[in-house]
């Protein structure tokens, strides 16, 4: 009975189990088309993953700057950080790659506005990620340190940083809506 779970956790096994079964339901449905779709599943994945994530902190910064709550903007500061760094910047690599990958593999024409549209707005909203919030966040993690999460200078930064992140949630959004509609296709 060593190997048994604690009252109320989760056996070790169910995590890696739900994701094989995910991992063999991909493969399958995959191995049904051709690598454009391949590329376009990785795409959407990943767009989906970015950019979701990213609307999720947006609605939590909101409600956490709505409550007036000093220690909830902390801790949604903190995990936008986390997410951002270790999440948010390789999805946003791999959706730019396979978009890549798709207009390789058939010909849209890199000059169609839709893809024009795309590539600025990832543009837009990596220059934004290097120039403006990590430097935010730099500053953010460092006031932190010397005056506390919940000082009103640290406040005043993450608030800042929310906003920025709002106007990039809006461009991405813009993407998205741009892909899926096509205009002028
Ligand atoms: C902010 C970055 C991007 C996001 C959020 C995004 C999102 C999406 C989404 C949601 C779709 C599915 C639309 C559909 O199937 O109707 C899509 C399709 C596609 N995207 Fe992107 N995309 C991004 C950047 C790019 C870039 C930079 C390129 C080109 C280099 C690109 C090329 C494509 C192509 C070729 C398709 C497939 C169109 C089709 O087969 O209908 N995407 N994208």
Do not use: C
């Amino acid at each position: 009975m060593d190997n048994a779970p604690a009252s109320g956790s989760v056996p070790a096994y169910l995590n890696p189990a739900i994701l094989a079964v995910f991992l063999v339901v991909t493969a399958i449905f995959t191995a049904t088309g051709d690598w454009y779709h391949a590329f376009k599943m990785i795409h959407v994945i990943f767009a989906l993953i970015w950019i979701g994530g990213g609307f999720l902190l947006t609605i939590l910064g909101l409600t956490a700057e709505r409550t007036n709550d000093p220690a909830e903007l902390a801790t949604v500061a903190k995990q936008a950080a986390t997410v951002g760094e270790k999440l948010f910047t390789p999805a946003a690599l791999f959706t730019l790659l396979s978009g890549i990958a798709m207009m390789l593999n058939i010909d849209w024409g890199w000059s169609t506005f839709w893809v024009l549209f795309g590539l600025l707005g990832f543009a837009a909203s990596f220059a934004v990620g290097v120039g403006v919030l990590t430097p935010l966040s730099k500053q953010a993690r460092q006031i932190a340190m010397t005056s506390g999460p919940t000082s009103p200078e640290a406040v005043a930064v993450t608030k800042k940083i929310l906003l920025v992140a709002r106007f990039d949630m809006a461009v991405l959004l813009l993407v998205v809506v741009d892909m899926a509609v096509k205009p002028w296709a």
